[in-house]
């Protein structure tokens, strides 16, 4: 069965129809989530809620936010009587594949700035400015450390949906536990492979990254160019779409 926009647009709207009281309950929790931790912050700091730590919340929110609520998206293919209901649809795989992704990765962007930047218009004019203006965090701009977050994101929304799918039960913890051992052990392998190849000690060699040598009592860094840091987004991006292509031939083997 081939994709069909016509068939895929009724599948998203019953999608929709069947789960939009979860959605709005969880847009709620969303809600009281960012309040709760930016007053939190916002009372626990002398000074106002700066630009920078808008981009910091808003990030590791977003992040946290989102790999969970990805998690949660093919869920009901781990119990067997919605599993039935979810694989017999006259739908193809690809089109019931698009529902789960349009949902987690495109409108969960939309959702969650939403959410995000009320929360900051109703609550920084309360932060202490003294005579200053309230500074809000701009939304669009096309700085490197947006790029490097966007691609951060996508990785680690690829990483979620493939656990959602893959694992049929306790889907977040098991994708979670999965990848910070997979991610330690590559650490741990990469370090000591340059090591091995440069002869000296490292005190800091993640894959992609500067490196720390420490010779004696010097410490050393070895930094990539500025002008090629761009090239490096390359590396979730490709791990992301692998993740993703990965994630549909695993829906693509699900039998009832």
């Known amino acids: 069965m081939q994709f069909n926009l016509t ?9 929709t129809a069947e789960h939009y009281k979860y959605y709005l309950m969880a847009t709620a929790v969303l809600i009281g ?5 930016m007053g939190f912050v916002m009372y626990a700091m002398s000074g106002p809620f700066s630009l920078q730590g808008q981009s910091v919340m808003f990030s590791l929110v977003m992040i946290i936010a989102g790999t969970i609520f ?5 869920a009901d293919l781990g119990d067997k009587k919605k599993a ?14 698009l529902v789960g992704w349009v949902y987690s990765f495109l409108i969960f962007q ?16 309360l932060d202490d400015w003294g005579t ?4 809000y965090l701009p939304l669009f701009s096309g700085d490197y450390d947006k790029l490097v977050f966007l691609m951060l994101f996508l990785f680690l929304h690829a990483v979620s949906f493939w656990g959602s799918i893959f694992f049929a039960k306790w889907h977040f913890i098991k994708t979670a536990f999965l990848f ?27 894959p992609f990254s ?9 410490y050393y860094k070895v930094l990539y160019p500025e002008e090629k840091e761009g090239w490096l987004a390359i590396v979730p991006l490709g791990l992301g779409l692998l993740l993703w292509a990965t994630a549909y031939f695993r829906l693509k083997e699900k039998d009832i």
């Open 7 to 15: 068939r895929f647009w009724r599948l998203f709207m019953k999608h």
């Open 33 to 37: 989530f960012v309040a709760l931790i």
């Open 70 to 74: 990805t998690s949660t998206v093919f």
């Open 84 to 97: 039935i209901a979810t694989l017999t649809l006259p739908a193809s795989h690809l089109e019931k594949y």
């Open 110 to 125: 939309v959702v969650y700035s939403a959410c995000f930047y009320l929360v900051l218009y109703s609550v920084l004019p």
């Open 132 to 135: 200053q203006e309230p500074e």
């Open 180 to 206: 910070f051992v997979i991610a330690g052990v590559l650490m741990f392998l990469n370090k000591l492979f340059m090591e091995q190849l440069l002869g000296v000690e490292l005190e800091n060699a993640s």
């Open 210 to 218: 500067n490196l720390g040598i420490m010779e004696g009592e010097q």
